[in-house]
């Protein structure tokens, strides 16, 4: 199965080359002279690197062997980060740098994506929103409000985040994952 460039849109997973990339911006340029064109931006699944290439118009491109399985996460090791599959209970072992982006937010039992290429782990899909409990952080002074300032707090995963100056250790806190920023406090 290939795509051709009128398919083209921003998330968009295509290959190139035998790597899976996902489409980060596109544009269709129709000169005054010659034929039509596309001026793509992609990120590489695997290593996240961007790389920028201009495809003819109508021009194919294959489309990824990806497979994308809910896990979730056991605990960490010496030899990895352990997770085990929701539906068949099949345990697997990924690397540092398989879960890179993810080891912040990684706390047991938690329900991640596992994103497979070629039957292969190159990425973890978090949840968007996280609740993590504080564990340090500078004692809240009396008076300061939401719109105060901020200060660092260290979460029950190990990442430190901006909270605002009302946060105390204990609190439970809403982190976008994506971002790394502070949501709301839950109660």
């Keep these: 199965m290939q795509y051709s460039t009128a398919q083209f849109r921003k998330g968009l997973k295509i290959e190139i080359a035998g790597e899976p990339l996902t ?4 544009q269709h340029v129709k000169p005054g002279k010659g034929g039509a064109f596309v001026r793509t931006k992609m990120k590489s ?6 790389l920028e290439k ?3 118009s109508g021009e194919k491109v294959d489309v990824p062997n ?12 010496d030899t990895g980060y352990w997770f085990m599959d929701s ?6 072992n990924l690397k540092e740098e398989n879960v890179s982006e993810a080891i ?10 596992i994103l497979f290429h070629n039957d292969k782990p190159i990425g973890i899909d978090l949840p968007m929103f996280m609740e993590l409990a504080v564990t340090e952080t500078d004692p809240g002074v009396r008076g300061n409000t939401a719109s105060g300032g901020s200060k660092p707090a260290k979460l ?11 946060i105390n250790e204990g609190d439970t ?5 994506r971002t790394d920023e502070y949501i709301e406090r839950v109660s």
Excluded: A
């Design 104 to 113: 912040g937010y990684l706390k047991e039992n938690i329900e991640v994506g």
């Design 156 to 166: 029950e995963t190990g990442k430190t985040i901006q909270v605002p100056l009302f």
């Design 54 to 56: 201009t495809f003819r």
């Design 23 to 26: 489409i980060v911006d596109f």
């Design 87 to 92: 539906q068949t209970y099949e345990q697997m």
């Design 173 to 177: 806190v809403k982190v976008d994952t």
């Design 45 to 50: 699944l695997i290593t996240g690197n961007t």
């Design 66 to 77: 990806l497979e994308e399985k809910n896990m979730s996460f056991l605990y960490q090791d």
